[in-house]
């Protein structure tokens, strides 16, 4: 059954996908970070935080608005630009050149990072093959739109 | 040789004759199990990521009690044992502690050590197999590439020229830096292995990066070091690392810049924490930190202007030589630019350094930069 986006059972969806593949995180090593994805449709937005912890994902849920000194970074984008990233990643099995996090990112373009601490900012970057793993599992995962 | 023993114990008869005593009788000394050491019984704060240095944080052992200023251990005796008469004093430059501890130290080095990878079997070279690129996008990502080896090598020598001169009691700060002279060393590997896989070979070296790279290694404390190599030069280089994972014109570039930029991210995180560190416990060094900061933004700015590494970024901006690729790849690199730089102040302002923008004279420059850039049209972030 698919699971629609933006949703707190799209996350979990993923977690769940990374927890049956834990040789494979454990492999990329320590993820430890908290960070929030803000995901924008019609003037409004749906906020989730995402809390890692040493290989696994720890937990997800939804938020009114994300405190940016409440996590390290927060990864935002239009619905549609979401949506591309991860129709993307089903159809090639992991995000094309042009649909990974960095590139969609750089330049605050599409998707846009924002952070309060150049510190927590970082942490995106030194986990970076840890998190676009996790979003590549949505190659594994049904997902609807809203 | 530098070193001669004080003794000469091949021809000292005391000496050999306790040895072969020990031999004909079975009579053992036995004194080192009167050590006068702490028992201790370490567990694991968390089982899932297993007994870390920070569970080893107890009594004598531990990093927090650590004073300011090590003058009881000189040797290489292991932070905790006892110390005898006789170990040799190995002469550390570095005995105090603000002049090299980070925040957290102890779990950049337990990060670094999961987060290993191996540039011959995690990146899957294979996929290069029958990519074609143009003359001039092969040429400059091998230029890139050769710049980047270049950086890479002086990155490997700096921290690991360190490493002896610290004082033993350090155990986690030169455990990190181990592990990021190993970062580096992989990194040189990746890069030249992807210069040679272009078909292009090596490129030209640059002097002008050089002589940047060379500031990085002369410092005159750790913390000079560290401020030039791991706050402007890593900071600097992980801003071009996500930009050239941006730019990159295949996926396996995508995936090498994505992991050396993982390294990356941590050793600014250690340089960062470390800046904070020394400002809170070491306020008198503020102003020679200034004077560094000053030389090595001079120095970091000419680096990265250097016209092998900026004309390589201009060509795989643009896609090629053509006037409208030209131009188009000016404006993508030029907002790199002064990203990189607007970066760079930001993270000294959050360390505690926030008046530095007034006496920067690369802020002077940035904001030169950024005036220059809004009148050329160019879309700033």
């Not at chain 2, 090596?202 to 002589?211: D, W």
């Not at chain 2, 904070?276 to 000419?302: C, Q, T, W």
Request: aromatic residues 10%; proline residues 4%.
């Amino acid at each position: 059954m698919a699971v629609s986006f933006p949703s707190t059972q799209y996350f979990e969806a993923l977690q769940q996908k990374m927890a049956a593949e834990p040789e494979k995180f454990r492999r990329l090593g320590f993820i430890d970070t908290t960070f929030g994805v803000r995901v924008g449709q019609n003037g409004k937005a749906r906020n989730f935080i995402l809390e890692f912890e040493v290989f696994e994902m720890k937990g997800v849920r939804e938020v009114d608005a994300i405190d940016p000194k409440n996590v390290d970074f927060t990864i935002e984008g239009d619905a549609g630009v979401w949506r591309e990233m991860i129709e993307n990643i089903y159809r090639n099995g992991e995000a094309d050149s042009s649909h990974d996090i960095n590139t969609l990112a750089h330049f605050g373009e599409q998707l846009k990072v924002v952070y309060d601490d150049p510190d927590g900012h970082d942490k995106l970057y030194r986990f970076m093959e840890s998190i676009q793993r996790f979003f590549d599992l949505s190659s594994k995962v049904e997902v609807s739109f809203n | 040789m530098a070193y001669l023993s004080t003794r000469n114990f091949i021809e000292d008869k005391d000496f050999v004759d306790k040895w072969l005593y020990t031999m004909r009788t079975g009579e053992l000394d036995l004194s080192w199990m009167k050590a006068a050491t702490e028992k201790v019984k370490p567990h694991e704060a968390n089982p899932r990521r297993g007994l870390t240095y920070r569970d080893l944080d107890i009594g004598s052992y531990g990093f927090t009690d650590i004073p300011e200023k090590v003058r009881s251990n000189r040797s290489y005796a292991p932070r905790g044992a006892e110390v005898p008469e006789g170990a040799p004093d190995a002469q550390p430059w570095v005995s105090r502690k603000s002049e090299v501890w980070a925040f957290n130290t102890e779990s950049y080095y337990e990060e670094a050590v999961t987060r290993q990878w191996n540039v011959t079997t995690d990146i899957p070279w294979e996929r290069l197999d029958g990519v074609e690129m143009p003359e001039t996008i092969g040429k400059a990502l091998s230029q890139l590439m050769t710049f980047l080896t270049e950086v890479e090598m002086i990155a490997t020598d700096t921290p690991a020229m360190w490493l002896p001169r610290l004082s033993p009691d350090f155990i986690e700060v030169k455990a990190f830096i181990a592990s990021q002279a190993m970062d580096e060393a992989r990194h040189t590997e990746a890069f030249r292995k992807r210069a040679l896989t272009t078909g292009w070979g090596l490129m030209k070296a640059s002097p002008m990066n050089e002589m940047a790279l060379k500031h990085l290694r002369d410092a005159d404390s750790f913390s000079e070091m560290s401020v030039a190599l791991h706050l402007v030069g890593e900071g600097n280089v992980l801003t071009l690392f996500r930009f050239s994972e941006y730019l990159s014109p295949t996926d396996v570039d995508k995936r090498i810049f994505r992991l050396v930029m993982q390294d990356e991210a941590r050793h600014v995180g250690y340089g960062m924490q470390h800046f904070k560190y020394v400002l809170e416990h070491f306020p008198e060094k503020r102003e020679v930190l200034h004077a560094h900061l000053d030389e090595a933004e001079n120095i970091s700015f000419a680096g990265a202007a250097a016209t092998e590494l900026t004309e390589s970024f201009i060509i795989l901006a643009g896609g090629g030589l053509k006037k409208e690729n030209i131009d188009e790849g000016i404006k993508v690199t030029t907002r790199f630019q002064l990203k990189q730089m607007e970066e760079h102040f930001e993270r000294l302002e959050k360390c505690g350094m926030p008046e530095r923008k007034e006496r920067s004279k690369l802020y002077q420059m940035f904001e030169m930069g950024k005036a220059a850039a809004e009148m050329a049209g160019i879309k700033l972030n």
